[in-house]
């Protein structure tokens, strides 16, 4: 989508449906302190952290990557494969340069059931900037080529961005987990869609989120081609390793993304969804376990196909990162199940 203005408004369309959030839960729950809990979540380090970015050295610029999180399509999740390979790239630049960019294809479906290799290409160490050259393997065979852009930070006098979104803050919303438990006590709901709830409990997600507006999860009905909601990494991360937050971020920049393209056809269920590409920015520094705004809204879809772009905010109102992808959606139609 083409814009001219240094800063856009995007609130409309999003304060009227904050109405009825408050009886989604029976329980008040206490605010959440961003920094009074970071001693005790040093105990419970971000699964993320431990196993799904770490990857074992094999060789120079060989790598591997285990599984953590499979989505019920039973194909890799491509955030997973994404993160990795900026991972397995950032380790064979200097401290002094950061990933500003990356630009990746995914060439087929991964396997869950064998490790993935990450091959690194140095391609270029410029004085600013390095580039590297990732490509992702499974049975012999590349599932997954990726370029990574780093570069060392650079003072300049143009800064601009465009305005976060005014939406309620965090503390204010129920967990993804607590909305599925307060549909799941609704008497009339299907046995269909109760299953379909369950099962997304049963999901070992390594993120925690928090929509903005329930029913863009959910599909009850048409709305703009639009989704908000706070997420951040399960666990806790800490500050000061930047590559390792933007790591985090990659792999967090996937999840829910290519679904904003359905959100104007509640009548139509995809059969088969695919990533084709996938490209992000990073902009400012960020803790990725703590609460940022995503902002997701696809400005197309045809053949098949369809565009979505993100933005990711701190709290503070900085514009942290933002990414845009283009996936398969094979859609047919169902009959609506009642939530």
């Known amino acids: 989508m083409a814009e001219n203005q240094a800063s856009k408004s995007s609130t409309a369309g999003v304060s009227s449906d904050y109405s009825g959030m408050s009886d989604v839960t029976e329980d008040p729950k206490p605010p959440e302190d961003q920094n009074c809990c970071d001693q005790d979540k040093q105990d419970l380090r971000s699964v993320l952290v431990t196993s799904v970015l770490n990857l074992e050295q094999l060789d120079v610029d060989l790598y591997r990557g285990t599984h953590h999180w499979v989505p019920r399509t039973q194909r890799l999740f491509g955030g997973q494969i994404v993160g990795q390979a900026l991972v397995a790239a950032a380790k064979s630049v200097s401290d002094i340069v950061y990933a500003h960019s990356l ?176 490209s992000m920015w990073f902009h400012s520094t960020f803790r990725s376990d703590e609460w940022m705004l995503y902002e997701c809204e696809s400005s197309w879809a045809g053949s098949s196909r369809g565009l979505v772009h993100g933005r990711l905010w701190r709290r503070d109102g900085v514009l942290a990162a933002s990414c845009s992808q283009e996936g398969v959606l094979r859609v047919k139609p169902v009959k609506e199940a009642k939530l």
């Open 103 to 278: 630009h990746c294809y995914f060439v087929q479906a991964g396997d869950p059931k064998v490790p993935v290799l990450y091959q690194v290409d140095r391609t270029r160490d410029g004085k600013s900037f390095t580039v590297r050259s990732v490509k992702a393997i499974q049975h012999g065979q590349p599932i997954f080529i990726c370029q990574a852009s780093f570069q060392m930070l650079q003072p300049s006098p143009l800064k601009h961005q465009f305005t976060m979104p005014e939406v309620p803050q965090p503390e204010d919303l129920p967990t993804m987990e607590e909305l599925i438990y307060h549909y799941l006590r609704k008497p009339d709901l299907s046995e269909k869609a109760k299953r379909g709830l369950n099962k997304m409990l049963a999901n070992d997600v390594p993120i925690e989120i928090k929509p903005i507006i329930p029913a863009h999860f959910y599909r009850r009905s048409p709305a703009e081609p639009r989704r908000l909601f706070w997420g951040r990494a399960r666990g806790y991360i800490g500050e000061g390793n930047m590559k390792l937050h933007c790591c985090v971020a990659a792999y967090i920049s996937d999840f829910a993304l290519l679904g904003t393209v359905l959100l104007p056809y509640p009548n139509y269920r995809a059969h088969f969804t695919a990533s084709l590409d996938h």
